[in-house]
């Protein structure tokens, strides 16, 4: 079973403006961590953000903030006064944060690309 | 301070030869992750390992592929006969611990099968 999923292939946004990314995600595990990753065309993996399911805050980092809701799952990432420089791939992720996890799990991404 | 380092950052092998992808984590970290990403994809892991041990290589596949993780030097990750669809972006990433947190990721080796 998919473990995060990316319902948006693609979205544009006016620069200036704010753009939600959609990520949900799948685990039966109770302490997880929520992560997004920017890939821009130079293909290096940047990481943008941090929320554990425990955290009681949204996280927020800049202009990225994280829209956390446990009981639908769901990990949104919102970008405010969006940038050229935002245009890139944005990766959703989920780590278990128990002994066991090793591994992220990764959805399939969203081009963002923002207008000028 | 240099963040994870990949090399080469792109590789062009033909069909049936070997790949070498190397990687040096960030200094004081001794852990290593190795991920690969195909085309239009999501990174999917592949192995974590620590100094001279393989903690979880349930991601490799069982054939052509190896890791390691000397006590001296960078993990390498070694396709053996590789094939066309062998071709993909491989990332390293390390962390200082198997902490709680995220781990930095290289820049990535685009590995290319003509």
């Known amino acids: 079973a998919q473990k995060i999923t990316q319902t948006q292939p693609g979205m544009f946004v006016q620069e200036k403006e704010a753009v939600t990314l959609d990520c949900t995600y799948d685990t039966s595990d109770q302490s997880y961590g929520l992560f997004w990753y920017k890939q821009p065309s130079s293909g290096e993996m940047i990481f943008l953000i941090y929320?554990?399911?425990?955290?009681?805050q949204n996280a927020t980092e800049g202009r990225y903030s994280l829209n956390f809701q446990k009981a639908r799952k769901s990990a949104n990432l919102v970008i405010s006064a969006s940038q050229l420089g935002d245009s890139a791939m944005y990766f959703c992720a989920m780590r278990d944060l128990s002994n066991t996890g090793n591994q992220f799990y990764f959805g399939t991404g969203t081009s963002l690309t923002v207008i000028p | 301070n240099a963040g994870v380092m990949q090399n080469p950052r792109h590789l062009v092998r033909r069909r049936g030869q070997e790949a070498r992808l190397r990687c040096s984590p960030m200094?004081?970290?001794?852990?290593v992750y190795w991920y690969r990403q195909l085309p239009e994809e999501g990174l999917k892991f592949m192995v974590y390992l620590q100094k001279e041990n393989i903690i979880d290589e349930s991601g490799m596949p069982k054939e052509r592929f190896s890791a390691e993780f000397p006590k001296e030097g960078p993990s390498i990750l070694r396709i053996q006969q590789v094939v066309r669809g062998d071709s993909a972006a491989y990332f390293c990433?390390?962390?200082?611990?198997?902490?709680?947190?995220?781990?930095?990721f290289g820049s990535g080796t685009r590995l290319t099968v003509v």
């Open positions: 200094k004081g970290h001794s852990h």
């Open positions: 990433a390390s962390s200082p611990t198997r902490d709680r947190g995220g781990y930095t």
């Open positions: 929320q554990g399911s425990y955290d009681e």
